[in-house]
């Protein structure tokens, strides 16, 4: 699709993800086992035909930039296409750092004129779902559009946490509040029977139809809007004024699975939902692969375990251990007798050779993985975490803490990136 151009934006600090945005941003934050969050949107435009992709980072973004560098290259030969990252810098025109989403895309205007094309695809780095954007654009062309946003049903629970809005019969906007929190206001955005009529669709009953950060643009009219105004978020500005406006804003309904990885909780229960028989977001689809760095890892090594709803990543090795319904990332090493039960172990970035235990052994310091007779309870262990021989690490419901490279946060304790957590350490919330 040479049409579009697609605009990722590579988040700013992420402060309810950390500690996991310690060191990276939100985008950089490894999910599954092996993949990284902006793998998501950079896959679907693949998938969909867009092959042009620019992804603006400012915030801890060293690993993110080396991620798409090592992974997202493409033969001129075959297929003419890039994903370029756009870091944030001073110009002529300005010396600060990007103010918003949409400020960055405002700043980053110039690397954008030499390409010929008509739409702009406006993506978030940190949601977590599969689309075909080619049927959203072809509505958007169809129907005339401006802007497009793609739009999904949410419960009235989550509506206060999202922008709602409200269609014509035509699904043009006519009405949007961000965040809405008044329970008054609430209830008059709620769909009413006549919206799933009209198109032919089950009625469902107390739902919302909230904004997924997913955005088309005519080129001409963004480029207009950005340049006429000093808006910094799409959200809360640039689409709202796009509506008062009276331009011809579209919402595009989307039925699949989407989740917005902004808390340690969100990001926890969407990692364990990859474990359920039958997930509602698959990693299985040969027909829309999620791409990552291929890192040319040997198979596991399960030396006798018992594992139960669990997903092993390439490259570990298990000895004797219980894993359920937990995920373990690459290179991981589960000790003998260790025990993991609804944990996200994400693995770590090199395995340790011979001489680098020995010395860890000299020093007194765990090797990098799940030491000896521990037992991980509810918890989240960031790369290259070294947990120690019968540690006992168990989360719960206990206000927030943290110590010395751990943080209980949201109900989850999150052992934090290179952290050491030596022998017979004791963290229990239950």
Known sequence: MREVLAVI?????????YPLTKYRSKPAVPLAGKYRLIDIPISNCLNSGISRIFVLTQYNSASLNRHINLTYHFDHFRLEG?????AAEQTEQSADWFQGTADAVRK???????????????LSGDHIYSMDYREMIGKHIE?????????????????????????????????????PKDPAIIGSLVIGDEYWRQRNLPIRKNLFLANMGIYIFNRKVLEQILNDGNEVDFGAEIFPRSIRESRKVRAHLFEGYWEDIGTIRSFYEANLGFLDHVPKFSFYNEYSPIYTHSRFLPPSKINRAFTEEAILSEGCIVENATIHRSLVGVRSIVGNGATLVSTILMGADYHETPEQKECNRTQGIPDIGIGEGSYLEGALIDKNARIGKNVKIVSGKAPDTSGEGWVLKDGIIVIEKNAVIPDGTQLIFR
Request: aromatic share 12%.
């Open 9 to 17: 934006l590579g988040g700013g600090r992420g402060t309810r993800l």
């Open 143 to 179: 129907e005339r559009a401006e802007v497009s946003v793609a739009t999904i049903p949410v419960s009235r629970e989550k509506a206060p946490g999202l922008g709602i809005l409200v269609t014509d019969r035509d699904s043009f906007i006519r009405h949007f509040v961000e965040k």
């Open 108 to 122: 980053t205007l110039i690397h954008y004129s030499p390409y010929r094309f008509d739409y702009y695809l406006i």
């Open 82 to 86: 890039f994903v370029d990252i756009i």
